[in-house]
């Protein structure tokens, strides 16, 4: 139960987020799905009690099953990413951080401005780590297949050696 | 082939690729590939978040160049759909110019969602966040509320070409007065959560993520603007919000 709560709670989030950006159909719902998954992986690695790394597994669960599913519906990946992305954008810490500030302790508005910048950090570096690898996977399986390409043409010897 | 005119179309494709919220390196790569596709063999593009370069070499050695100035940035993710898939076809067939104009056009002027439905997104948004963040129901119907207050004073700025910081700090000071006034006379809501929930609706949560993303695939100027955007909307919202709470505390002691 205090799995499917949160989750489910993302994902209406992600379906009004939807409505806002102008995704339509079922994208929607594949784009919301992400989200719900993302707040799930990040519950599940709960125990670690480390919340960067938290954040970290849950943006590259997303990024991952957003890869999948923009080449299962032939979109860009951004629209997947950017739905999937919204619960884990720390909201919460833009607000604690401005409260601190308002309230005029210092000490603690730096430290939660630093660890909300820590966590856009965390969140950007899964997306990276995914999206890098996907892309260094395409380019090696185009390499291969200009390779082919090319030597089944049977192009005679350079310099005639 | 009227180079020229090729320029001017895969400009006004980088343009709205931009302007809706893609990537900096999806909005370049398109158009190489664009150029490419119309045999271009030199093609130089520097995108930024609010200004594309471009610059080829015709056949003949004399370069064209031309600069972008992009304007009135929104994240509308069906308009970017709809450009890449024109933008595959485009490179698969190479239509006739015109044609491609014409269809860029006609993705610009598309109407975006319906404005009810709209609505219901900015309600949704507000409503579902503050559950999430541990808000009981009647909080979230007051976030809601204040969902449907961010959208309309959102259409209102945006009508009237309103500076955005200046329209960031109005809307969020229109949710610290809704959140902390229903906080007071409603003492079971919590003020907290409400306006955790519905500040969601303003965070900059595309700026935030996609800034670290730019910086480090290496587009270092891209990611700096944005980065000063996130912060600059960051701070909007804590002077909206700051400026109500400071004052709720001397009103009413809270």
Known sequence: MQFFFPCFYSFVACVAYCMCVN??????????LGGAIGWGVYLLFGFLHHDLFQYMMASVAVSAYSEVMARLNKTPVTGFLLVSMLPMVPGGGIYNTMQYAVSGNNSMFLSTGL???GIAGAIALGVLLVSSTVRLYTNI????????????????????R | MDYNELVSVCLEIGRLLVKNGAEIYRAEESMHRLFAAYGVEESHIFALTTCINVSICQPDGVPITRICRVEGRCIDLGKIDRINDLCRRACRSAPPLDDLQQKVMAIDRAPGSPRSLQAVGFAGVAFAFTLFFGGTAADAAVGALTGLLVYWLQSVFVKYRANSFFSTILESAGIGVICLGAAHFFPNLSADRMIIGSVMNLVPGIAITSFMRDILSADYLSGMLRFVESL???????????????????????
């Open chain 1, 141 to 160: 399986q185009q390499q291969k297949k200009a390779e082919r390409a090319h030597s089944s043409v049977q192009l005679p010897p350079p310099d005639g």
């Open chain 2, 232 to 254: 600059l909307v960051a701070m909007a919202i804590a002077l909206g919000v700051g400026a109500i709470m400071v004052l709720s505390k001397a009103l009413w002691g809270v």
């Open chain 1, 115 to 117: 660890h909300t910048f």
């Open chain 1, 23 to 32: 995704l339509k159909g079922w994208r929607m719902v594949w784009a919301s």
